[in-house]
C-alpha cells in the first residue's frame, strides 16, 4: 500500500493503471475507520484491480456547530486498518491541498434535498458534492463505493454521477452493523456508555416499521407515528422522522412504491442516523 497526500502524484499513480487498462475502485471516507468502511473495500477489492481509499475530514461539509473538532480521528490506525482490507493506495491530502483558496465556485443542489439531514445540516450536501466532485476529478474511478447507512448520500451522489456526467458506476452497499443492531458510524465512540445501551431501539423502531409496511401498513403517517412511539427509549433527542420515496426523497402518503424510513436522533456528543428502505412489490 502506498500512503498519498498529494493531488499530482494520485493523479499520476491512477494514469498509469488506466494505460494498463485497469479498472480503478474508489471508496471516499472520512477515516476513523471501521468494519463499515471495510465492507465498502470488500466490495471494491472484489470487483476493480486497483482499490484508492481516501480518507478527509471536509471542513465544507460541516455546518458552524457541528462535530468537526470532536470529529475522531486517528492516522495510523486507519493506515493499519487500509493495509489489512487490501487498499492499494492511500489518498491522505491535507485540507489545504485541497482548498488551497476559498472556493469561488459553488455547486448547488435542489433535487433529494430539503428533506431528512438536509432539513437541520443546510449546506452539508452542497459540501459533499463539492468534495466529491474534486475526489473523483483526481481519483477517475471506474466505481465507487457508498453506505447506505448514509441513504440520503447515495441519493445525493446517485444523482451527482447522472446529472454531471461522471463516468462512474455507483454502487451501494448495505449497512454494517454492531451485533445488537447499532449501524456501525465514527461516531459511535462518541456516546457515553448510557446512550450506547439504548441507542440499539433506534434500529429496532425501523425494522417493526419495516414489517409493519411488507405487511401491509400503507399510511406513512401511522407508519412515522409508531416510530416515534417506540424509539423514544432509544433517548437522546429525535431531529427527524420521516417516510420518503426512494430515491427521489418525495413525500408520500399512500406507501405504494419503494420507500426509505429513515430517523437521526441527537444525543449528547454524536448525532446517529439510520434507515430502512423497503421494497414494495406490486
Ligand atoms: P464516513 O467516513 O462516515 O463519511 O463514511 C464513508 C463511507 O462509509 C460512506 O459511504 C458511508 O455511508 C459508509 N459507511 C459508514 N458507516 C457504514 C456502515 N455502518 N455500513 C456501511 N457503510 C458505512
Known amino acids: 500500500m502506498e500512503i498519498i497526500n498529494s493531488i499530482t502524484q494520485m493523479r499520476e499513480k491512477v494514469k498509469h493503471h488506466q494505460i494498463l487498462g485497469q479498472t480503478v475502485g474508489f471508496v471516499p471516507t472520512m477515516g476513523y475507520l471501521h ?8 466490495a471494491a477489492k472484489k470487483e476493480a484491480d486497483i482499490v484508492v481509499l481516501s480518507v478527509f475530514v471536509n471542513p465544507l461539509q460541516f455546518g458552524e456547530n457541528e462535530d468537526l473538532d470532536n470529529y475522531p480521528r486517528d492516522e495510523k490506525r486507519d493506515q493499519t486498518i487500509a493495509q489489512k ?6 489518498f491522505m491530502p491535507a485540507i489545504d491541498r485541497m482548498y488551497p483558496t476559498e472556493m469561488g465556485i459553488h455547486l448547488s443542489i435542489n ?4 428533506v431528512l439531514c438536509d432539513r437541520t445540516r443546510p449546506g452539508h450536501f452542497q459540501g459533499v458534492i463539492t468534495v466529491l466532485t474534486k475526489l473523483f476529478n483526481i481519483v477517475e474511478p471506474t466505481f465507487t463505493y457508498f453506505g447506505m447507512k448514509d441513504a440520503q448520500q447515495v441519493a445525493v ?3 451527482l454521477i447522472q446529472q454531471l456526467n461522471f463516468n462512474i458506476q455507483l454502487r451501494m452497499i448495505p449497512t454494517v452493523r454492531e451485533a445488537d ?3 456501525k458510524s465514527s461516531r459511535n465512540v462518541n456516546l457515553s456508555e448510557a446512550e450506547r445501551k439504548q441507542a ?3 434500529y429496532q423502531s425501523l425494522k417493526h416499521a419495516e414489517t409493519a409496511i411488507i405487511n401491509g401498513e400503507a399510511d406513512a403517517e401511522k407508519v412515522t407515528a409508531a416510530v416515534a412511539t417506540k ?3 432509544a433517548g437522546g433527542t429525535i431531529d427527524y422522522i420521516e417516510v420518503l420515496t426512494y430515491p427521489e426523497l418525495l413525500p408520500i ?9 429513515a430517523v437521526a436522533i441527537k444525543y449528547q456528543r454524536a448525532r446517529l442516523i439510520d434507515n430502512v428502505i423497503v421494497n414494495i412489490v406490486n
Do not use: C, F, M, W
Not at 85 to 90: E, Q
Not at 111 to 114: E, F, N, Y
Open 181 to 183: 443492531g447499532l449501524a
Open 231 to 233: 424509539i423514544k427509549a
Open 157 to 159: 451522489v446517485d444523482l
Open 253 to 261: 402518503t399512500t406507501i405504494n412504491q419503494t420507500v426509505i424510513v
Open 35 to 42: 468494519e463499515g468502511h471495510a465492507s465498502l473495500l470488500a
Open 111 to 114: 433535487q433529494r434535498v430539503g
Open 200 to 202: 440499539p431501539l433506534i
Open 85 to 90: 482490507n487490501g487498499v492499494d493506495y492511500l
